[in-house]
């Protein structure tokens, strides 16, 4: 029996995002290891869900540390490659919405993404 094993995704990140992610509390910074993990791999984890703010293919995971809520923002909108887009606490005063500051920046690198994606994937074809 032959078993077929899927490549993974490349994993790309935007900004500082990377760095953004690695301030966060050691078992955070696991938590989110893992459910890109599964996202490279073409997965949905139960911690992430869609991001209203940018349409379909933006999502978020979502990961609650004493007291404290984190939030990893990536796109699935690219066929051969996942951008993480921003890391960040949540401290919106707002309750559940995630605050403008944070929304521009998505909204910008997002755009960055897409620049990205076209010189490393699209001009090869």
């Known amino acids: ?7 993974d995704k490349p994993l790309h990140w935007v900004g500082s995002a990377k760095k953004d992610l690695l301030s966060f509390p050691e078992e955070v910074v696991g938590d989110v290891g893992y459910a890109l993990g599964v996202v490279q791999q073409g997965g949905m984890p139960p911690s992430a869900k869609h991001w209203k703010g940018e349409g379909a293919g ?23 490659a996942i951008y ?14 995630t605050a403008s500051t944070d929304v521009d920046l998505i909204h ?4 960055l993404a897409k620049a990205d994606y076209e010189v490393r994937y699209e001009k090869k074809r």
């Open 84 to 97: 993480v887009l921003h890391c960040f606490q949540k401290k919106s005063p707002s309750g559940i919405r």
């Open 1 to 7: 029996m032959k078993t077929h094993y899927s490549a």
């Open 108 to 111: 910008e690198r997002l755009k």
């Open 58 to 80: 933006v999502l978020e995971v979502v990961e609650d540390h004493r007291g404290d809520t984190f939030r990893v923002m990536y796109t699935v909108k690219f066929e051969q």
